[in-house]
Structure formats: structure tokens, C-alpha cells
């Protein structure tokens, strides 16, 4: 069932890679997006890079560099397509974990080259920058975007209880000390203003670190008009789910759920015919053990399917098993041609399928 292609490795020039994000761009073509440069995840010298495909997926381009090295690190965790423009969300920041700054790169009258860079969110005083993940466009037109932040605990600094290579994942002891929030985020129809709601949080002031680490999350729209925010939380081994009866403005305190999760993105797709569809990696993670890779448990990479609003999974598929590591899954759903568009990461590589569902 899975044919799988792999679109890019790691070479000379593109020395490490992470969060590959994959669009039909305006102009028909697909577009992977993957920060990469630099050692590692935050470094001051990472580059935003991409590889394209003008025939469907079946060939791809050397890589090429969207927003370069300016003495600091640039990332992105986010990709949105709104009829003739596509927005990509990045972070500037001039060290590894601080003073981020958000952008967003449009494309231009081509519908294919990024040209119009922007700050954005520049008064919402997140020192560490706004984490955008992939918006949902809902059925009413409006696009709404997960957020994720963090706010300075009361707790005294230094507070994280254990080693600090438990907190690798989150930023280290610097991040553990933070509060950590996520909530949405919706545009105005020029993605340049922002309005935010939700301040979601769940405080552990007896816990290893002064609040549950919630961030990269994701949006389902469910058939009866509700919205379900699925959420990476780390130290917990499983998602966190919270719930908004009127699209999107306020929600449920967040809880956890029984979908295991060993701290790593989920991507949610929302289909036409009201199904959702959740990859991820449904394992758990022994933050004790502190030897090897701490990405190591992020595998198998399954495929879920719900047809009820989330009440359960009616369809469980192994796309990668365990042990082979496959992380940060992204994509997106032709409606025309039935088809999931899936990229994934294990490092080093970046895979590709497309496939009829």
C-alpha cells in the first residue's frame, strides 16, 4: 500500500534537517519546506530550505535555500495555502533559544516564489516567539492556526526537577523554568494581523516543571460543528485534547487522553466528508533513560481514522514500524484527485508517499 520515495538527505551543503512541511502550491506545483544548517534543532545558523515538484511527486529538485543565514537562525514550523498566495511561518532568532522574532513569507503574482517577508505578532510579547502550527480552514471560510508560547513561571528559577537531558526535547532546564501555553490564532484575510484565543495551560506546581510542556498542536473540525485541539505533551506520554463549541473562541481545559504519545507533532487532516485523520506515533518514552537518541521513540508511524468526531479510531495503519524512527509527519489531502500528499523525517532523510484514501 505505501509507496515511499525519499525527496532529500542530508549532504555537504544541507548538513542536518528537521519538520519537513509539504503544499500544492498556487501554481500547481508541491512544495517541500524543511529547516535545516547548523548542528541541530535551534542552532544559530539554521536555514529554511525546499525541494519541488512540478510532475505530482514523481521527481523532485535539488534543494534550494528560502530564507538564508542573516547571523542568526531562521525556522519554520508552519505552511498555509489560501487561494493564490501561500504564507510560510518562520522564526528569526540571533541565539539558539531566545529573542525570536515571527515572519511570515508570502508568495508572489506566481504563486510559487516566496518574495513579501513580514514581522508579525511584534506586540504580543512572547520573548521565545509564537509557535504557528498548520491551520485548519474550517467550513464557515475562516482559517484558524494553533499557537504555542511560553510566559516566565512564578516558580523560582532553576526549578525543573531531574536531569536536565529529561527536558532535551523542550529546550532544556531554560524552557522547563517557562509556562507554557497554546491556544489559536485567525488571520485577516492578508495573514498580516492576528487575533488570538485561548490561553490554554495546566499549572503542575508538584510536578517536575511548573506547567504540563503543551505545544505543537493540532485542529480537527468535527462533524457536528465542534472543534478538537489534539496536543503534544511532553514528560506526560500521552496527547492532551481541549474543545471549542463556538468555533474556536473559547475552549476546555486541556486534558490528557489515551493516545499515546512519547512527545512528538501529531498532524491532523480534516476531510470533506467529516472523517479525521491523525498521524503520529503512538508510543511512550522512558524519560529516565537518558542514553542514545532522545528522538529514538519516535516510531512506529501510524495513520488513524475517525469517522464518529473523534469518540474512536475506527482505522489503525502502521505506515512505518518500530524501530525505524519517522517523526514530524505533514501534508495535506487532494480533494480532487482522493489522495493523502505525507512527507516524514528521520534525521537524516525525507520521504515522501502519496496515497488514496
Not at 149 to 174: S, V
Not at 214 to 223: G, S
Not at 246 to 275: A, E, M
Request: hydrophobic share 35%; proline share 7%; net charge negative.
Amino acid at each position: 500500500m505505501w509507496e515511499i520515495a525519499t525527496i532529500f538527505q542530508v549532504n555537504e551543503t544541507f548538513t542536518w534537517l528537521r519538520e519537513p512541511l509539504l503544499r500544492r502550491l498556487p501554481d500547481g506545483s508541491l512544495c517541500c519546506i524543511f529547516f535545516t544548517g547548523g548542528r541541530s534543532d535551534g542552532s544559530v545558523g539554521n536555514t529554511v530550505a525546499a525541494v519541488r515538484s512540478d510532475d505530482d511527486g514523481e521527481t523532485w529538485s535539488d534543494a534550494e535555500v528560502i530564507v538564508g543565514n542573516s547571523g542568526g537562525s531562521a525556522w519554520a514550523p508552519s505552511l498555509v495555502v489560501q487561494g493564490q498566495q501561500a504564507h510560510l511561518f518562520w522564526f528569526s532568532a540571533k541565539s539558539r533559544r531566545y529573542h525570536k522574532e515571527n515572519h511570515v513569507l508570502s508568495t508572489g503574482p506566481d504563486g510559487r516564489t516566496f518574495t513579501t517577508d513580514r514581522l508579525i505578532m511584534a506586540d504580543w510579547n512572547a520573548e521565545r516567539g509564537v509557535d504557528i502550527r498548520h491551520g485548519a480552514q474550517l467550513k464557515d471560510g475562516r482559517f484558524l492556526l494553533p499557537i504555542a508560547w511560553q510566559e516566565p513561571a512564578e516558580r523560582p528559577a532553576n526549578a525543573i526537577r531531574g536531569p536536565e537531558k529529561r527536558f532535551a526535547n523542550i529546550g532544556g532546564k531554560d524552557s522547563a523554568n517557562s509556562m507554557f501555553y497554546v491556544g489559536v490564532a485567525e488571520p485577516d484575510p492578508q495573514f498580516t494581523h492576528f487575533q488570538r484565543f485561548g490561553r490554554l495551560c495546566r499549572p503542575t506546581p508538584d510536578g517536575d516543571m511548573p506547567s504540563v510542556p503543551l505545544f505543537e498542536n493540532a485542529i480537527a473540525e468535527l462533524p457536528d460543528g465542534r472543534l478538537a485541539m489534539l496536543v503534544r505533551g511532553d514528560l506526560t506520554n500521552r496527547l492532551w485534547r481541549a474543545d471549542s463549541a463556538d468555533g474556536g473562541r473559547t475552549w476546555t481545559t486541556p486534558v490528557k487522553t489515551r493516545i499515546p504519545n512519547p512527545g512528538s507533532k501529531p498532524r491532523i487532516l480534516n476531510l470533506s466528508d467529516g472523517r479525521v485523520v491523525l498521524f503520529h506515533n503512538p508510543s511512550e518514552k522512558d524519560y529516565n533513560d537518558l542514553g542514545g537518541s532522545i528522538h529514538r521513540h519516535r516510531t512506529p508511524l501510524e495513520m488513524w481514522i475517525s469517522a464518529d468526531g473523534m469518540e474512536s479510531w475506527s482505522r489503525k495503519d502502521t505506515i512505518i514500524p518500530a524501530p525505524q524512527l519517522a517523526q514530524y509527519p505533514d501534508g495535506f489531502y487532494d480533494e480532487t484527485q482522493r489522495c493523502v500528499y505525507l512527507v516524514w523525517e528521520d534525521d537524516r532523510t525525507i520521504s515522501f508517499s502519496r496515497f488514496a484514501l
